[in-house]
């Protein structure tokens, strides 16, 4: 019972956390405009491997506006990971962890082209931070008010010594934006 005490304030706590890194988002977003998934949407624990402790994983999607009539995707990772007082907060977490954010395009009846990508390696900090985020930028583009926008992400992962290999976890991309 302690444990899932424990497990439920942990996520409750995590939780608090990551909408505190929404509002700084959302904060931020007063000087560009952008659509993002809901909060909740692009969330899962993660059961990791021996006395390492669990991960809390957000990843919101978005598309957003910038200077000069541009627009691009955006995908945040954000995570953290349970610490019941006996879990191992140094050992290596990840052997990877990539995001692809891709900025979407859909023209009137039509079906998302991918119009630009990339792939940000999360390892390297995901693996030195029990509790952080990154943002994943595509390049922008110039926006076409004939078209509608999205953006959209991947996050393929690999967990240190579960002998599983990558897992593939399809984003719910962004709201469309005109």
């Not at 909740?40 to 910038?66: D, F, H, K, W, Y």
């Not at 891709?102 to 991918?114: I, K, Y």
């Amino acid at each position: 019972m302690h444990k899932n005490l424990r497990r439920a304030s942990a996520v409750g706590a995590a939780a608090v956390a990551v909408c505190g890194v929404l509002s700084v988002s959302q904060a931020s977003a007063a000087q560009t405009a952008q659509t993002c998934s809901s909060a909740g949407t692009n969330a899962r624990i993660q059961v990791m491997t021996g006395i390492i402790p669990e991960a809390q994983l957000s990843v919101p999607t978005c598309v957003e506006a910038v200077a000069d009539g541009k627009v691009r995707g955006k995908a945040t990772v954000n995570w953290g990971f349970i610490n019941d007082g006996q879990s191992d907060m140094t050992s290596k977490r990840f052997t990877s962890f990539k995001v692809t954010t891709r900025l979407e395009s859909r023209a009137p009846g039509g079906t998302d082209v991918v119009v630009n990508s990339k792939t940000c390696d999360v390892t390297a900090n995901i693996n030195a931070a029990p509790e952080s985020s990154l943002t994943c930028l595509t390049p922008a583009v110039t926006l076409d008010p004939a078209k509608q926008w999205s953006g959209d992400a991947t996050v393929v992962y690999d967990i240190e010594g579960d002998g599983k290999g990558p897992i593939t976890w399809q984003l719910t991309g962004s709201p469309l934006m005109s």
